[in-house]
T-cell receptor, first 120, second 119 residues
Framework: GAVVSQHPSWVICKSGTSVKIECRSLDFQATTMFWYRQFPKQSLMLMAT?????????EQGVEKDKFLINHASLTLSTLTVTSAHPEDSSFYIC????????????????FGNGTRLTVT | DQQVKQNSPSLSVQEGRISILNCDYTNSMFDYFLWYKKYPAEGPTFLIS?????DKNEDGRFTVFLNKSAKHLSLHIVPSQPGDSAVYFCAASEPEVRLWFHQGGKLIFGQGTELSVKP
């Protein structure tokens, strides 16, 4: 299946600073990537859809100015958590669809290994 | 409003026996269902999926059953192995959301069930 790589795997930062998380599709091009977040003992929740060459679309309740998404190339999407606060501490995971599925939207998402963000 | 529910937070099974993980959903528009396996500090790994036009899909030791009238799906793992120990998430999506709004990226996940397979 498709391989999605995420970096860093964990990061600790001080309150008020910004953190950038990278998501790369390996050996395939992804015009669309998806950013999820998981709080401890909870479900994964879609935050935003990252579109190459255009603006990201955000889920209701997700602040676009706080979670900046840049999808500058067909293999890289970045999520920047700006002015991070302790409540932003979470597990952030990006995903993309298997390119072999083509335009089959009912195909599985493949996830990166996630980034554990801890804001002190 | 939890549209996908996994009511058992944990399940313990003996090696070699069958593991049955359950998932219920409330949205009748869901037509595509998936199971993911997740280890701590890692992203979910896709296991198996099923379309609503089917009631069963099998892949090796993994079988997913779908009961649309009951809005219930289950994942059977047989025989269970210690390496199967992980958190299992079921997820669902609806067709209109896939096609028009989220390009297939919006999956609604359950809370997960932690499976422990004991040697």
């Amino acid at each position: 299946g498709a391989v999605v790589s995420q970096h860093p795997s964990w990061v600790i930062c001080k309150s008020g600073t910004s953190v950038k998380i990278e998501c790369r599709s390996l050996d395939f091009q992804a015009t669309t990537m998806f950013w999820y977040r998981q709080f401890p003992k909870q479900s994964l929740m879609l935050m935003a859809t990252s579109n190459e060459g255009s603006k990201a679309t955000y889920e209701q309740g997700v602040e676009k100015d706080k979670f900046l998404i840049n999808h500058a190339s067909l293999t890289l999407s970045t999520l920047t958590v700006t002015s991070a606060h302790p409540e932003d501490s979470s597990f952030y995971i990006c995903s993309a669809r298997d390119p072999l599925a083509g335009q089959a939207y009912n195909s599985p998402l493949h996830f990166g290994n996630g980034t554990r963000l801890t804001v002190t | 409003d939890q549209q996908v529910k996994q009511n058992s937070p944990s399940l313990s099974v003996q090696e070699g026996r069958i593991s049955i993980l359950n998932c219920d959903y409330t949205n009748s528009m869901f037509d595509y269902f998936l199971w993911y396996k997740k280890y701590p500090a890692e992203g979910p790994t896709f296991l198996i999926s099923i379309s609503s036009i089917k009631d069963k899909n099998e892949d090796g030791r993994f079988t997913v059953f779908l009961n649309k009238s009951a809005k219930h799906l289950s994942l059977h793992i047989v025989p269970s192995q210690p390496g199967d120990s992980a958190v299992y998430f079921c997820a669902a999506s609806e067709p209109e959301v896939r096609l028009w709004f989220h390009q297939g990226g919006k999956l609604i996940f359950g809370q997960g069930t932690e499976l422990s397979v004991k040697p």
